[in-house]
């Protein structure tokens, strides 16, 4: 009996024992809201004077948002040294770090601000949701914003319900897509780009060969900053791809760049014309600047079709130079901001613009437009659509008269963070945007994504014996790709056109025809200094380029591109001949049905060409002459061929071309300029040749 008496009073001992050490842990670890009162630090008054100074500063900026967050949480970290329970100081870090580059670090202040006194601010749990939702932690984030839904007042939760739920739908859509990952490289562009400053906005040319960006430095032009933010003004800069590198920017200053907001908006895919936005970033225009040799034009303001008093952001040029794409908020669109179509008329007038309607437009915000040089498929940037959290990046492409359904191209190039201004190469290797992920150099970074395509044994694309049978001059046969490679479907032809004796950089426009409808489509310049042109070929298109500069022959060249031909890039440069005597070009674009001399109708553009300049130069006197392969006898192809330089002189003389000063001759197969023993060389050899006789 003694013994059940000690081993029950020595159980009631642990036991009050037990409560106490539980009592004084709890006051240990429990967290009670700590104001920032004497009473709280009778022994550390000084402390508390420097501390209130601090916090005084930081509610100053924090008051006026934007950019001033971060210039907040510099004193707010301090004050937080000196009393780190305090709820209204916890919430204030919290929603300056959501506001800041290294967002997920709001998460431990929201919650030591839930933990102090949850009633702090009725959108706590919302910010935390936000700041789950941003680190990937998904289920997290909907249960916070489940319990933001809940403690709603019946008023609130009409009217903040739809905005609950599509967060909700953007958290469950993170969660599918990161089980899928795209198959990518993100690589930071480095600190020969990027500066502490931000970087954003890139836009690249065609081949890769040049980028575009906006910055907020202290080298703008003017050096000012702007009040609204308390950020330089923007201006832009200018980087140059040399063996893969990507060299140090230059600031183009005047008058490109001004003492105001200047920005990258769109840029032309053989880089000569630049659109930027001008003026302050409540209130601005889109402008139009070329590239005159090595100097940039003044910025032409465009036209009402396109600005107008609401707000237009984004432009992006079609590979024609006659089409744009545009985003405004003006009234009549579906949502925040839409995206739009112009076109250039025979005026050079930019047309009503048309709205690409709700396939690609939603109720919310669409934004950051690209269109890629194949001409079909556009990149753009939307709230709506399936995103996984702010602006994502989606995918359309316009086949068979409609856009089809935006495709979200995928984490990680988006993330739940706002990803907008997305640019892609030519031959869709690589992409570039900006992002204010961790470990960058400061505020917004440009990255590189390198796209490496599904998860296979690598194929070698060699696109040599492509280039070789698309750079020839006249295309009489079906062009196929040896190995089928999903790839764009473009040629991208690029160069440099000078003249033919000296090589002298020219300045000469570049007439892109569409040889089945006889109908100019385009037309470019070549860069006056160094004769450099990049024109793309959509594919799908018999396609007729004559080359004209003043007191030059016009050159031709025919590439005949079948729909199925994926991305090629062909380099070819271009000398021009003077119009002298005996000076002679092969019309690369006049074409006859198989062994006969009847003109095929894609012909037209090219004689008619050929007809406008002797008409402008009425004392001109030309040799029409044909040329043929050496398959079959001499006297077969020499009849053939004088019968198809006769068809052309006809058709000159139906023009109102005076015959006297038409002659025209058959040369069948004795002058080749190629091999006849392959078929590359045989199909040069079959040709038609205009020659200078007299001026």
């Not at 590979?319 to 908020?329: A, C, E, I, K, Q």
């Not at 613009?353 to 194949?374: A, K, Q, R, W």
Request: hydrophobic share 30%.
């Amino acid at each position: 009996m003694k013994n059940i008496k000690t081993s029950y009073m020595r159980l009631l001992i642990l036991s009050f024992t037990f409560l106490l050490i539980a009592g004084a842990a709890g006051k240990l670890f429990s967290q009670t809201n700590v104001e920032f009162k004497k009473k709280n630090f009778r022994e550390r008054k000084h402390e508390l004077r420097v501390a209130l100074k601090e916090l005084k500063k930081a509610d100053n900026l924090y008051e006026f948002g934007g950019g001033n967050y971060m210039l907040a949480l510099e004193h707010y970290l301090k004050a937080q040294d000196f009393n780190p329970n305090n709820v209204s100081l916890n919430y204030k870090i919290g929603n300056c770090y959501l506001n800041s580059v290294d967002r997920t670090k709001s998460i431990t202040y929201f919650e030591n601000a839930i933990k102090l006194n949850p009633k702090i601010s009725q959108d706590l749990h919302y910010l935390l949701g936000q700041a789950f939702h941003l680190n990937l932690e998904f289920d997290k984030a909907i249960s916070e914003y489940k319990t933001y839904k809940e403690l709603l007042s019946p008023l609130n939760l009409a009217k903040y319900t739809k905005e609950i739920e599509k967060k909700i739908i953007e958290a469950t859509n993170g969660k599918e897509l990161i089980k899928n990952p795209v198959r990518v490289f993100i690589d930071n562009l480095g600190n020969t780009v990027n500066t502490i400053y931000p970087e954003y906005s890139p836009i690249i040319n065609a081949d890769e060969s040049m980028m575009v960006f906006t910055s907020s430095r202290d080298n703008t032009t003017g050096g000012k900053k702007d009040p609204f933010d308390s950020k330089y003004f923007e201006d832009v800069y200018i980087s140059s791809n040399i063996g893969g590198t990507w060299s140090a920017p230059i600031n183009p200053g005047k008058p490109l760049n001004s003492r105001l907001h200047d920005a990258s908006v769109g840029l032309s895919p053989d880089g000569q014309v630049l659109q930027i936005y001008k003026g302050r970033k409540r209130g601005g225009d889109i402008y139009e600047c070329k590239l005159k040799g090595k100097k940039w034009s003044k910025p032409d303001k465009l036209s009402k079709s396109i600005n107008s008093k609401y707000h237009e952001s984004s432009a992006s040029f079609g590979p024609d130079g006659r089409t744009l794409y545009f985003v405004s908020n003006r009234p009549g669109g579906y949502g925040e901001g839409d995206i739009y179509m112009t076109k250039k008329n025979n005026k050079g007038r930019w047309t009503k613009p048309v709205n690409l309607g709700p396939i690609i437009n939603t109720e919310y915000s669409e934004e950051g437009v690209f269109m890629h040089p194949d001409g079909k498929t556009l990149y753009f940037s939307s709230k709506g659509h399936k995103t996984m959290g702010g602006y994502d990046i989606f995918k359309s492409v316009f086949e068979n008269g409609q856009w089809s359904e935006p495709e979200n191209i995928g984490y990680p190039i988006n993330t739940p963070d706002d990803d907008v201004f997305f640019t892609i190469s030519a031959n869709g290797l690589h992409g570039y945007y900006s992002s204010a992920m961790a470990g960058g150099y400061g505020g917004q970074d440009i990255y590189m994504i390198t796209f490496m395509g599904p998860e296979k044994p690598v194929i070698n694309n060699n696109e040599d014996n492509l280039l070789a049978s698309l750079a020839k001059p006249v295309s009489e046969t079906v062009i196929e790709p040896t190995v089928e490679i999903k790839s764009n479907k473009l040629t991208l032809l690029k160069g440099t056109i000078v003249d033919d004796i000296s090589s002298s950089p020219l300045k000469a426009i570049i007439d892109l025809t569409d040889n089945v409808r006889n109908e100019v489509i385009a037309s470019f310049e070549s860069n006056s200094a160094t004769g450099k042109y990049l024109v793309s070929l959509p594919s799908g298109v018999n396609y007729g380029i004559a080359v004209k500069a003043d007191g030059y022959l016009f050159h031709s060249e025919n590439f005949d591109i079948p729909a199925a031909t994926g991305y090629n890039e062909i380099v070819k440069d271009i000398r021009m001949k003077k119009i002298e005597v005996g000076n002679k070009i092969v019309l690369n674009n006049i074409f006859f049905d198989f062994d006969k001399a009847t003109l095929r109708p894609e012909s037209k553009s090219e004689l008619d060409r050929l007809s406008k300049m002797l008409s402008d130069m009425p004392t001109l006197k030309i040799e029409i002459s044909g040329h043929t392969d050496n398959i079959g006898s001499a006297a077969y192809n020499k009849t053939l061929s004088e019968n198809r330089a006769k068809s052309v002189v006809d058709y000159l003389v139906n023009n109102k071309i005076a015959s006297d000063r038409l002659t025209y001759k058959g040369y069948g197969f004795d002058q080749p300029i190629a091999p006849n023993d392959t078929k590359e060389g045989r199909q040069q050899n079959r040709r038609t040749e205009f020659k200078v006789v007299s001026k």
